[in-house]
């Protein structure tokens, strides 16, 4: 924990740089940092700059006495709480004494000083400086957790909100489908609205196993089918499934993959999985008639596979989070798509089970993004 690194420091207040050295001689140990001062000014100085787990100070000095600083002291709001001994010389007169405990002075200590005494006064007080701001960076950490918390319970509900929306237009669909069915006898038109009615199941399918997938990797319940696969293969069977959507918004799709047989010790479905969804969300969030691309090439042990479009982009303060679960419910303006915001987190997931890594290479609003994948080759 920091707290434990963090050095604490005290404060030695005398006029004599004799005892001042003897002081520090006599306290110091790892972890601590002794500052001393000459005079009164010189530690009200200090005090505004270190925080202090305790001050020594010499009662009797020319100039500002110790009594005189403690009440300075104890009338800043940084140094109010700092505990005081007092070091005086020889026997006190009972007059001095009060004045001391009246400003708040914590410890009294007579000249000539017992070492052991002082030692384990002293002790006390950095224990309880220490466990002080043990206490504080537990009250941070807590209340910085409590905040995740609070926010993935927000993201979630908010989820559910979409997820309600995005499962009712299907299902909508499907009812309004089975609706004109039963009232047309015309074969053409029935298979028309049959085709229909099977894209929202496809789509319905889509959200389904996808909420299944990312629910069964938070479980880590998932299984890769892992084998040796050709990564040419794997990708011919993604741009297999994303053709649809990519023909739909009449969007040119440009391949350079690597001639050179590569291989991957993978799941292919996985794989495809992940390559399509990259390709699907480029066709998705690019203008109709935009150009994306599939490159892919091998560097340093890893293929490395690149989707690129020249569509929407995504805004600068969104960059850090799409790969979050969720993340994007949080944009009301990107929501006129379809989208859950789960697509991006699940791929995330599914290529570090591959021991892969994914990256946002690029993206400029309106100039398009770019995803890389990174996926261990074998030999
Ligand atoms: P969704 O189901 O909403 O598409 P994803 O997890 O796949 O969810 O993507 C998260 C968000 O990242 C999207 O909502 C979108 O705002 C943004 N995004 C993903 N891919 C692209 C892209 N190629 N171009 C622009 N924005 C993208």
Same mark, same amino acid.
């Given at each position: 924990?920091?707290?434990?690194? /963090?050095?604490?420091?005290?404060?030695?207040?005398?006029?004599?740089?004799?005892?001042?050295?003897?002081?520090?001689?006599?306290?110091?140990?790892?972890?601590?940092?002794?500052?001393?001062?000459?005079?009164?000014?010189?530690?009200?100085?200090?005090?505004?700059?270190?925080?202090?787990?305790?001050?020594?100070?010499?009662?009797?000095?020319? #100039?500002?006495?110790?009594?005189?600083?403690?009440?300075?002291?104890? =009338?800043?709001?940084?140094?109010?709480?700092?505990?005081?001994?007092?070091?005086?010389? =020889?026997?006190?007169?009972?007059?001095?004494?009060?004045?001391?405990?009246?400003?708040?002075?914590?410890?009294?200590?007579?000249?000539?000083?017992?070492?052991?005494?002082?030692?384990?006064?002293?002790?006390?007080?950095?224990?309880?400086?220490?466990?002080?701001?043990?206490?504080?960076?537990?009250?941070?950490?807590?209340?910085?957790?409590?905040?995740?918390?609070?926010?993935?319970?927000?993201?979630?509900?908010?989820?559910?909100?979409?997820?309600?929306?995005?499962?009712?237009?299907?299902?909508?669909?499907? #009812?309004?489908?089975?609706?004109?069915?039963?009232?047309?006898?015309?074969?053409?038109?029935?298979?028309?609205?049959?085709?229909?009615?099977?894209?929202?199941?496809?789509?319905?399918?889509?959200?389904?196993?996808?909420?299944?997938?990312?629910?069964?990797?938070?479980?880590?319940?998932?299984?890769?089918?892992?084998?040796?696969?050709?990564?040419?293969? /794997?990708? %011919?069977?993604?741009?297999?499934?994303?053709?649809?959507?990519?023909?739909?918004?009449?969007?040119?799709?440009?391949?350079?993959?690597?001639?050179?047989?590569?291989?991957?010790?993978?799941?292919?479905?996985? /794989?495809?999985?992940?390559?399509?969804?990259?390709?699907?969300? %480029?066709?998705?969030?690019?203008?109709?008639?935009?150009?994306? #691309?599939?490159?892919?090439?091998?560097?340093?042990?890893?293929?490395?596979?690149?989707?690129?479009?020249?569509?929407?982009?995504?805004?600068?303060?969104?960059?850090?989070?799409?790969?979050?679960?969720?993340?994007?419910?949080?944009?009301?303006?990107?929501?006129?798509?379809?989208?859950? #915001?789960?697509?991006?987190?699940?791929?995330?997931?599914?290529?570090?089970?591959?021991? =892969?890594?994914?990256?946002?290479?690029?993206?400029?609003?309106?100039? =398009?993004?770019?995803?890389?994948?990174?996926?261990?080759?074998?030999?």
């Amino acid at each position: 924990m920091m707290s434990e690194t /963090v050095p604490i420091n005290f404060l030695l207040v005398d006029d004599l740089a004799e005892n001042l050295l003897a002081l520090e001689a006599l306290l110091q140990r790892e972890g601590l940092v002794c500052l001393k001062a000459r005079s009164g000014e010189e530690a009200l100085e200090l005090l505004l700059i270190h925080d202090v787990a305790l001050a020594l100070l010499d009662v009797q000095m020319p #100039g500002m006495d110790g009594f005189q600083l403690a009440e300075f002291m104890r =009338g800043s709001e940084r140094a109010r709480h700092i505990p005081i001994i007092f070091v005086t010389a =020889g026997t006190t007169d009972a007059q001095r004494r009060f004045r001391g405990y009246e400003t708040g002075a914590v410890d009294f200590i007579q000249k000539p000083i017992e070492a052991d005494i002082l030692r384990s006064k002293a002790n006390v007080f950095f224990d309880l400086h220490q466990q002080h701001r043990q206490i504080l960076a537990q009250r941070d950490e807590l209340a910085a957790n409590a905040d995740a918390l609070r926010t993935v319970d927000r993201n979630k509900n908010e989820f559910l909100a979409v997820l309600g929306h995005e499962l009712r237009n299907p299902v909508m669909a499907l #009812g309004a489908g089975l609706h004109l069915l039963n009232r047309h006898d015309d074969p053409v038109k029935a298979l028309e609205i049959r085709r229909q009615m099977e894209r929202q199941v496809v789509h319905l399918s889509r959200i389904v196993d996808d909420l299944l997938d990312i629910s069964r990797i938070d479980q880590g319940k998932i299984e890769l089918r892992k084998e040796r696969v050709d990564l040419q293969t /794997v990708l %011919a069977f993604a741009v297999e499934a994303s053709q649809p959507q990519i023909e739909a918004n009449r969007h040119t799709l440009t391949t350079d993959i690597l001639a050179e047989q590569t291989w991957l010790d993978a799941d292919p479905t996985r /794989v495809a999985q992940v390559v399509s969804n990259l390709l699907n969300n %480029a066709a998705k969030y690019t203008p109709e008639g935009g150009q994306i #691309g599939l490159v892919a090439r091998v560097a340093d042990g890893f293929a490395e596979i690149e989707v690129s479009d020249n569509g929407i982009g995504i805004p600068e303060e969104m960059r850090s989070k799409i790969f979050d679960l969720f993340a994007q419910v949080k944009s009301p303006v990107t929501r006129a798509q379809e989208g859950l #915001g789960i697509g991006l987190a699940l791929v995330k997931q599914l290529v570090e089970l591959h021991g =892969g890594t994914i990256s946002l290479k690029s993206s400029g609003l309106n100039v =398009g993004s770019s995803f890389q994948v990174r996926l261990p080759v074998v030999g």
